[in-house]
């Protein structure tokens, strides 16, 4: 009898053990089921259940191309689709994407698509060390694309953001410094296309900001903290305003250099204390109202 019961025993904290087991790399598939153990030759049907499943610093991967719906991170992870495949999220209300992991947490989106179709925010950045997007689209949301309010860093890489009612991308909360940094990217045909906040820090180059309201906009409504922006090797063009700053209280200061700003119906302006600076060196042409630099800023 002591036997078996030691043998029900230690069975028993095996199965709990496997149970609790969890995959540094997990997959999901269109024919995939959530029942499943989301390992490769078991795939899940959906990210948010792989995401349960899988380790701090481990990966999700989209086996074949579909969609694969909204969900949240809450860890360092990484979730892209294979070569060759489109991992797409269709967000009809709420948010497609919500990152809010850890303080150390940094996290990974290669190759994601967002779609929205009556959603609110693609990809809604909340809490984390860091977040990367490389290659990814958001379209379509009523309200943001990409929104972050996270004091550590955002990094986006070849990623294009169409469609959006409010911004495109949004960049502060008013308090803590925020971080972001885009290159190589596309921001085409929302309200805003950038839209700096007071606590935002965004570096922008070699990207596209046009067709939309405002390309960028910089503001600082009250003293708490300031607003900055530096654009470099990059075209602002279509747009209704391609620059505004402007700040009550605050301070917000854009600073440009080697850009083209043309064809918007202005190129630039500013308003209470805030400052578009020019290195001397950018092509302000062929606007409705070409508008003025309010100074010029020299490279260390």
Known sequence: MIYRALSLLICALACSVAAFAQNSRSAVSVAGNDANTCVVSSPCRSFAKAITVTNAGGEIIALDSGGYGPFVIDRAISVRPAPGAYAGITVTSGDGIDVSAGSSDDVILRGITVNGLGG????????????????????????????TVVRDRLFL??????????????????????????VNSSVDNNGNGVSVYQGGNVTIANSTLSNNMDGLTVYAPNAATDANAVVESSTISGNSLGISTSATAGTATVRVS?????????????????????????????????GAFDGTFAAD
Do not use: F, K, P, W
């Open 157 to 182: 890489s070849h990623t294009t953001v169409t469609g959006c009612g409010s911004s495109g991308i949004q960049v502060g909360n008013g308090g803590s410094t925020i971080y972001a940094t885009i």
């Open 258 to 290: 080697n850009c083209t700003i043309t064809h918007n119906i202005t190129g630039i302006a500013s308003s209470g204390s805030g400052q578009n600076l020019s290195r001397s060196n950018n092509t302000l042409r062929i606007n409705g109202t070409n």
């Open 120 to 147: 609110n925010v693609g990809i809604y950045y909340l809490n984390g060390h860091s977040l990367v997007l490389e290659n990814c689209a958001v379209d379509g949301m009523s309200n943001v694309g990409i929104v």
